[in-house]
């Protein structure tokens, strides 16, 4: 057994790396950058980026790299050598300060949705020295953030760290009104839990769908699926602990703090579930997560699959995002305190999440839409494309009193007067879980479960954080300069409860009755990316993002843009993938079959049997067959006239409306197709073999 201790974090430029190797006074500078943000001037830049070249050098390395999060959601690199040529046709290893803190990497070919001419297409990539350089494939990594020269932000991080910067102002003047003096910074802290599926890889190499799209375009459902629940938190498969012991060493070395793994509700799903940390770290340890589960599974012989929706009629994969505040004096401000004065406070930071999600409902559904994620959304198996929030009946009890300034009565049925100076104490663990809520009180966080398994975790966390600044911004708009503090506080607390209570809903988010519901109460009901997509554009939402200094204008609008090209692609790619599947593979194997029956029939009859089920059997899949084509040929027509329309949302509504029904009529008549078809001649392999493929 290695020393899981000693091994943590060694392959990181952490803070022990930094004291260790840095002379003090460069040691404290770094830290005050990384406490206030302050830029290091190029001189000690110059010493931090020598000694981390000197520690990557001892662990092997000759190569950096700045490592970023492009709007495609994944991350990007770009390797550089450490050497440097010097007089005499020799070579020394190098890194300047300079190339620490900035890079030029030639990326002009990531999505920019137009925010970068051919002209002025290089963009630069900034250090960010909240989080730690790292050796990942012996690659020194240094976390960056991508802008264009003008400044705008190309990628998920640089939204991401200014979402931080105004939660962190706005929450400082809201806890100053509550006399914390000494809180200077205020932090979302995530813990996203990542939901994937292995499968083996030589089911993997079947599937052209698999291969080209992530999932599955194809599939009659296996007669076992998961309605017997014995996978949930069932025991783990040898190659498979293998696999995650594996997975979580290299993620100890690389400073990430994986800590639960095991089997979720699918065959062959699982999860991985982080301990929390500040946001912008949760997000970079996420995207190290993802890439690592790939890679490794690869090493077993597996494939790891993050895609949303890889089976049909089998749970998808989602990423809950476990969001919270703490102070640098370590307190979890959805903690719900030990005395009344914490309880206001604590009260006051609720009904800033509240009001939040309702007023930014439409901005959290966007945050997670794509057109694998459409497909989980609603399905009773993740929660519905409609946001809520869930607080549980105690907390829904309190803030019904303190709306009506009335008595509380709570669990030991004590009657509490609730004034903001008196207000009760409150049962804790009131958290009886409520799994089909899209944003859920529990306990001392929120878990918001709309994210898909594939997403960046930033994209949520940047409308939460800038969300909820914004309800603080008008608490304190409000209450600084009150001359009456609590009654002031009370009244606004009151209305913001009155006028925000539509968005509480603590009952079944799965059922049709929430639907219905949730339209009375006019909340929104965006089933798929198309329809939430224009969101981003609103004015309510444009002015959110200028405001707090997280999106301009332009910014959004390209991320409209792209989010709506990309939505396009993906189902351009899966038509073709079905149409390839069709023609190459499914119609030839099923017209070989349709022969081996009709041979059959011509030989028995010739000997006077009884062949009925084979000419039966002959007939139908004709008929299917004749169908199957039809329907490939409407959905190649769809196809080619929606990729006529060049304007962004026409063509994704297109394709919403036109493409995707076209592409589900052809998957019901193929599946029924292999239903019919003996095993042997059908051309991949079945849902059963794929799910229960890793013994
Ligand atoms: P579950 O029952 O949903 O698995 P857990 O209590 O195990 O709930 O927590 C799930 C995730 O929530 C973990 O990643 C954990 O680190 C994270 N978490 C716990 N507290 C916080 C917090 N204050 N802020 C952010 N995430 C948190
Ligand atoms: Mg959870």
Not at 538 to 548: A, G, I, S, Y
């Amino acid at each position: 057994m290695k020393n899981m201790t000693e091994l943590f974090g060694t392959m990181v430029f952490n803070d022990s790396a930094m004291q260790a190797r840095l002379p003090k006074e460069i040691y404290k500078q770094v830290q005050l950058s990384i406490k206030e943000g302050k830029r290091l001037n190029s001189e000690t830049a110059n010493v931090v980026a020598n000694a981390m070249k000197d520690w990557a050098i001892e662990k092997g390395v000759t190569h950096f790299t700045h490592w970023f999060q492009p709007m495609t959601g994944i991350t990007a690199e770009k390797h550089d050598s450490f050497i440097t040529p010097i007089e005499g046709g020799r070579v020394i290893m190098e890194f300047s300060g300079k190339e620490l803190i900035q890079g030029e990497p030639d990326a002009s070919s990531f999505p920019n949705g137009g925010l970068r001419a051919t002209f002025e297409a290089r963009g630069y990539t900034a250090w960010d020295p909240t989080s730690y350089a790292f050796i990942k494939d012996g690659v020194l990594c240094i976390p960056t953030a991508f802008c264009s020269y003008s400044g705008e932000a190309l990628d998920k991080k640089t939204p991401l760290l200014r979402s931080m910067e105004a939660i962190n102002r706005q929450c400082l003047r809201v806890l100053k009104l509550f006399g914390n003096e000494n809180v200077v910074s205020v932090r979302p802290t995530v813990g996203p839990e990542q939901e994937y599926f292995l499968i083996d890889k030589e089911m993997y190499a079947k599937r052209k769908d698999i291969m080209y799209t992530g999932r599955t375009l194809f599939g009659a459902r296996p007669p076992k699926g998961q309605e017997l629940e014995d996978h949930y938190f069932g025991t783990i498969k040898p190659r498979v602990a293998a696999f995650m012991g594996e997975l979580d060493e290299e993620l100890w070395k690389l400073g990430v703090l994986a800590k639960t793994e095991h089997n979720e509700a699918a065959p062959a799903q699982h999860e991985l579930a982080p301990i929390y940390t500040t946001n912008n770290i949760a997000a970079d340890h996420n995207q190290i997560t993802m890439e690592l589960m790939q890679k490794l599974a690869r090493k077993y012989d597996m494939v790891c699959l993050l895609h949303e929706k890889p089976f049909e009629g089998v749970n998808g994969s989602g990423k809950h995002n476990n969001w919270s505040l703490t102070t640098n004096t370590g307190v979890n401000l959805f903690e719900p305190g030990e005395t009344p004065y914490e309880n206001a406070q604590f009260l006051t930071m609720l009904c800033a999440v509240i009001k939040a999600v309702d007023d930014y409902q439409d901005m959290l559904r966007v945050s997670v839409a794509s057109a694998a994620n459409d497909h989980r959304l609603g399905a009773a198996e993740a929660p519905p494309a409609i946001v809520s929030i869930y607080v549980g009946d105690e907390i829904s009890e309190i803030l019904d009193a303190v709306e009506k300034g009335a008595a509380y009565v709570g669990k030991e049925k004590e009657q509490i007067k609730v004034g903001v100076h008196v207000l009760p104490k409150f049962p804790k663990d009131t958290t009886d879980r409520n799994r089909t809520s899209p944003f859920a009180f529990t306990g001392n966080k929120f878990e918001f479960r709309m994210t898909g398994s594939s997403a960046s975790i930033s994209s949520c966390n940047v409308v939460i954080n800038t969300a909820v600044a914004e309800s603080l911004r008008q608490f304190a708009d409000e209450l600084e300069g009150s001359d009456d503090f609590e009654r002031d506080l009370h009244s606004l607390l009151s209305r913001v409860i009155r006028d925000h209570k539509r968005i509480i809903f603590n009952g079944n988010g799965y059922g049709e009755e929430w639907v219905k519901e949730a339209e009375s109460r006019g909340l929104l009901n965006l089933a798929t990316t198309p329809d939430c997509s224009p969101y981003y554009l609103h004015e309510k939402n444009v002015e959110l993002f200028e405001r707090h200094r997280v999106y301009t204008e332009m910014e959004l609008a390209a991320r409209y843009k792209m989010k709506l090209d990309t939505y396009s692609k993906v189902l351009h790619i899966e038509a073709l993938t079905m149409r390839e599947m069709v023609h190459q593979d499914i119609l030839p194997a099923v017209s070989s079959y349709s022969k081996l029956l009709a041979d059959t029939v011509i030989s028995k009859k010739a000997i006077g049997v009884d062949a009925e089920f084979e000419q039966e059997t002959a007939r139908r899949l004709s008929s299917l067959i004749r169908e199957t084509a039809l329907e490939a040929e409407s959905l190649e027509n769809a196809v080619d006239e929606v990729e006529t329309i060049t304007e962004c949302y026409t063509r994704a509504m297109a394709y919403k409306n036109e493409v995707l029904p076209a592409m589900e009529a052809l998957r019901e008549t193929v599946d029924t197709l292999e239903t019919l078809t003996a095993k042997s001649c059908w051309p991949y392999p079945c849902y059963g073999d794929i799910l229960f493929s890793v013994k």
